[in-house]
């Protein structure tokens, strides 16, 4: 465990889902080692007292935390309540002599507010360059600091940014830009959340059983874990192998059957499986439980104790008589809509 000071740190969540990006963030920290405190939670912004690199690495990582900073202070979301608070912050602990700092102010239910949002931002530049006795800059486009204030709702929490989620970065894996593209491809985000759900750790050995295209391989390998692939299909795997030579990420793949996979090491820290279930992709004859059952049981034989197992199934294939009791403890359950006929579990597992 990371024994560095904690700060109260802010998140902006995703307003994707209820549970996951919260999920999603606290399991990130638990794989890096960080320990923390969650301290409060409304809608899309949670705070919790942690190491800020912690709060900084976890929201590089995931798909579903859109930004972290520092809550330096918290007052009412009104104008007098926010300068009255930020005349009693010395900011020469975030700012030096001649650095350029930016100030930015975000509404996230996009409410009205009693003070025009650009003009606050001004005061507020105002009040900092005077604390910090005019040896400042200020500059909004390459700030060496920039301070993040948060409207939500009558709240206003206010701090030096962290880290801002690259959403380019997703895009550009997205299924259009790859050279092998099938329907049953997951989004990139939600490959990284089961990926981050299984608490996957950058140098560790992940597995992904039925790695299709290849979509959670890419973000496995993204996050610096060493990334195998299995799947039953030589056509998927071949494909898979092109998307991953497209994003220059070294490949790990073998055509092999989930049920009885070939790996025969306890080497396996983390897997996350995106099983077929017989819509757009097919699980060659079997029935989906029994071919969930059968993996599960193998899965147990590779995983290493305390390691974690992420997978995403639709709600009617998924009943908790699937699970082997005697390997694994089901961690957390989240459910997920994707569109009109179809819902998906995402259920973590933990080895015993
Ligand atoms: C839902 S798709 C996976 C999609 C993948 N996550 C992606 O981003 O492209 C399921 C994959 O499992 C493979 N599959 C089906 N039965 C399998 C089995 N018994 N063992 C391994 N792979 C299997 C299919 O060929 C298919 O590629």
Redo the contacts with the bound molecule.
């Keep these: 465990m990371n024994r560095a000071e904690t700060e109260l740190c802010l998140f902006i969540l995703s307003g994707e889902h209820n549970t996951l990006p919260q999920a999603e963030l606290c399991a990130i920290l638990e794989s890096e080692g960080f320990g923390y405190s969650i301290q409060s939670r409304d809608k899309r912004i949670l705070t919790m007292e942690v190491d800020s690199e912690g709060a900084r690495i976890a929201t590089l990582r995931a798909g579903l935390v859109n930004h972290a900073s520092v809550v330096a202070f918290e007052s009412r979301s009104e104008e007098l309540a926010i300068l009255d608070s930020l005349q009693k912050i010395d900011f020469s602990k975030w700012v030096q002599p001649n650095d350029r700092f930016g100030v930015k102010v975000t509404r996230i239910q996009r409410e009205p507010t009693e003070f025009d949002v650009d003009e606050l931002q001004s005061k507020i530049g105002s009040v900092i360059w005077e604390n910090l006795n005019g040896q400042v800059e200020i500059s909004l486009t390459a700030p060496d600091t920039l301070f993040l204030g948060v409207v939500n709702g009558n709240q206003f929490l206010f701090g030096p940014h962290l880290a801002s989620r690259d959403r380019r970065a997703f895009s550009k894996r997205r299924s259009p830009f790859r050279p092998f593209f099938?329907p049953?491809?997951?989004h990139p985000k939600i490959?990284r959340v089961l990926v981050n759900l299984s608490r996957a750790r950058p140098g560790s050995h992940f597995l992904?059983?039925?790695?299709?295209?290849?979509?959670?391989l890419l973000e496995a390998a993204e996050i610096g874990c060493i990334a195998v692939g299995?799947?039953?299909?030589s056509t998927?795997l071949t494909g898979s192998q092109k998307n991953l030579d497209h994003f220059k990420v070294p490949f790990y793949g073998c055509l092999?059957?989930?049920?009885t996979s070939p790996i025969r090491t306890k080497g396996i820290e983390a897997i996350a499986a995106?099983?077929?279930y017989g819509r757009s992709?097919?699980?060659?004859g079997?029935a989906v439980s029994s071919?969930i059952e059968k993996?599960l049981a193998s899965f147990a034989k590779i995983l290493k104790p305390g390691g974690y197992l992420c997978i995403a199934l639709p709600l009617e294939y998924f009943s908790e008589d699937m699970i082997p009791s005697e390997s694994f403890n089901i961690k957390e359950r989240h459910t997920m809509r994707i569109h009109r006929s179809l819902r998906r579990h995402f259920i973590v597992l933990e080895k015993k």
């Design positions: 099938v049953s491809a997951i490959a992904d059983p039925f790695c299709g295209t290849g979509g959670l299995l799947d039953i299909d998927m092999a059957d989930a049920r995106d099983p077929p992709s097919s699980t060659k079997d071919l993996s």
